[in-house]
């Protein structure tokens, strides 16, 4: 078995939480993704912060109307009673608490809840966007993340060291080697991956993990 999920595989894992009829907006990169994977007799209304509500996935390579994008301007699909507004009633819906849950990207996030998702480096564009009124917004924020950065450090810390998206708000954690909910200021392990111990997954994370019951196995479909 691969040590590591892919990151469809992660997406896939993160869909499997989206109860029917959850409104949920997902972040630009990887959680895009989470839209493809809904389970057989749930359906989640999605929502982007440019303005549309209940799109469907992206389409196929060459069928793109670019005029039907997402925040990440990336196409996407119509499905019936798919809605269009103004952008800030967008914004008006995420800041008066309409949305279900929020899945997002991440450069780190503390023990704490405490989510750092955005940079103002050349490759920063277009910066922290909608996620800071997203995770005070949302009734739910989970992160979706890789488990380490691509030179190995652990991305989940004890403390953010990168400019702060949101104090306190992160509650689930899916990377490629765990998921993870943050309870009372610590990361507790819900499920990882077969092939690593706890005391292996334990050096690639930056903060004390603890449990709660039974540790289940990380396992996901090829996707």
Known sequence: MNERLTPTQMAWRAAQDITDGAYVNLGIGLPEMVAKFQPPGREAIF??????????????????????????????????????????DSFAMVRGGHLDVAILGAYQVAETGDL?????????????????DLVHGARRVAVITDH???????????QCTLPLTGVGCVTRVYTSLAVLDIDGGHFILREKVPAL??????????????????VADLNAPEV
């Open 116 to 132: 750092a998702n955005w940079s103002t480096g050349p490759k920063g564009v277009p910066a922290v966007g909608g996620a800071m």
């Open 148 to 158: 380490v950065t691509k030179d190995g450090k652990p991305k989940l810390l004890k």
């Open 197 to 214: 111990s706890f005391d292996e997954l334990q050096t690639m994370t930056g903060a004390r993990l603890h449990t709660d019951g039974v």
């Open 47 to 88: 929502h982007t912060e440019n303005g549309i509500l209940g799109f469907g996935e992206a389409p196929p390579p060459g069928q793109e109307d670019w005029d039907l994008i997402n925040a990440g301007k990336k196409a996407v699909t119509l499905k019936p009673g798919t809605a269009f507004f103004h952008h800030a």
